[in-house]
């Protein structure tokens, strides 16, 4: 769980597709399962989501050689179609990830909330990572 004191970690991207493309590939479980990911040796196996304010979401992410993995879910806070997901991490961390559509692309840009266990630094080039997989997925579909 963050502290009141840390900064808060932004990431960002700008994905050459529509809005509407870019959050289908960002919330349905079979793209999800695809892309996140923050690098070729890691994979998620599964991925539910139930995209409402109120709703819950669970992913696991598992190193492909079996070695490590955990579950990565939380409870929405706030959903815009299109527009903006915002939700609470089971530590109680924040996320929020606002999609701005811009003519054909969509600029992703998401806020969080570090953990304490590890470097701010290598939490963002972490998240940046499994963004820049999406990007990658998102603009080859």
């Known amino acids: 769980m963050a502290s009141e004191n840390t900064p808060k970690v932004t990431i960002e991207t700008i994905v050459n597709a529509p809005a509407e493309k870019v959050w289908e590939y960002w919330t349905k479980p079979n793209h999800l399962t695809k892309w996140n990911s923050a690098s070729d040796d890691w994979h998620t196996p599964f991925a539910e989501n139930d995209l409402r304010a109120g709703g819950k979401f669970l992913s696991r992410m598992e190193a492909k050689d079996g070695s490590f993995g955990f579950d ?29 559509n811009q003519e054909n692309d969509t600029k992703i840009i998401q806020v969080f909330d570090p953990e304490t266990e590890n ?23």
């Open 72 to 100: 990565f879910g939380g409870v929405y806070d706030e959903v815009k179609l299109h527009e903006f997901i915002s939700y609470t991490l089971g530590d109680g961390r924040k996320v929020e990830t606002t999609f701005l």
């Open 119 to 141: 470097p701010i630094e290598m939490q963002q080039q972490g998240w940046q990572a499994i963004l820049n997989n999406f990007k990658k997925y998102a603009e080859q579909q």
